[in-house]
């Protein structure tokens, strides 16, 4: 049995095929072949039942993944438990929603950078349901996303870490008018309803009875600015107020009554093996996010 080996048996788990798996281990799919067979010669039982198209866990391999989780995760944190307490090491693969990208977490990495240099730290961009099941998986050991709304992965546990509001955002030359009529009047840019923000946005919508017109659905913040900012319509993001202000081609208000608001929060799994290196990350974040 080797690590490698269980981190390809985890990918089968996630991506729920042997080419998928493949892919994402950077392996061939024979190889990838050979090490599950290896695997159920040392457990002496079967692991996927390959009578249908794409391979199904059994009861056997239901366990094997819950323990190769385990040991990973241990293993994992190996580097970050032996190092110095001024000093962490280790690797930490980090997930982040394209508004943390764009806003709080570029000055976090690098102060994180500065004060920690052997650390290594990779980044990945997604939606906060998709970077969720990647931590469940232990593809990512954390991922900075929206509080969770179900259905979401069970297993994880969350921190908080800073709170955007709700804005309506339209046109400036709409600066000084009530925004919220324009949302029933004008084309309506959608925030990605797959995103936990975009339901949010969704059912507060349907909470305040208006009926919008749908005319796009990004999952970009930037583009959805960029829209707006061209006449294009109107839209409902989450924002921090500080982003807000540097936007002159937006007017904006609060969307709803209380303003909406999410909170941003870091992710990761029950058993915690990188516990330390997320706990600075954590720390960074909330040293440089909006006040």
């Not at 839209?235 to 202000?245: D, G, Q």
């Amino acid at each position: 049995m080797s690590l490698r080996a269980l981190r390809t048996l985890l990918a089968i788990a996630q991506h729920g095929s042997f080419v998928r798996a493949a892919e994402a281990v950077h392996l061939t799919q024979s190889a990838v072949s050979l090490q599950v067979r290896a695997l159920e010669e040392d457990f002496n039982a079967t692991l996927f039942d390959r009578s249908r198209r794409l391979p199904v866990l059994t009861d056997a391999g239901h366990v094997a993944v819950e323990r190769a989780r385990e040991i990973i995760g241990l293993y994992d944190s190996i580097a970050s438990e032996i190092g110095g307490d001024t000093e962490l090491r280790g690797r930490l693969r980090i997930g982040a929603v394209p508004t943390v990208l764009a806003g709080v977490l570029p000055a976090a990495l690098a102060a994180l950078g500065r004060e920690h240099p052997h650390l290594r730290l990779t980044v990945s961009s997604g939606m906060s349901a998709e970077l969720s099941t990647r931590v469940e998986a232990g593809e990512l050991d954390v991922a900075i996303t929206t509080e969770p709304v179900r259905p979401h992965p069970y297993g994880l546990v969350s921190t908080v870490l800073y709170e955007d509001g709700f804005w309506i955002i339209a046109p400036a030359s709409y600066a000084g008018q009530e925004l919220q009529p324009l949302l029933q009047s004008q084309p309506f840019i959608r925030f990605e309803r797959r995103a936990w923000a975009g339901r949010t946005i969704e059912r507060e919508l349907r909470k305040m009875r208006l009926r919008v017109q749908t005319s796009m659905e990004l999952d970009s913040q930037e583009a959805i600015i960029q829209m707006v900012g061209n006449g294009l319509g109107v839209s409902v993001v989450p924002m921090a107020r500080e982003r807000l202000a540097s936007l002159p081609q937006l007017a904006a208000q609060p969307f709803g009554t209380p303003q909406k608001t999410r909170r941003l929060v870091l992710l990761e799994r029950e058993d915690r093996p990188v516990r330390k290196l997320a706990a600075v990350l954590a720390e960074a974040v909330q040293a440089h996010a909006p006040h």
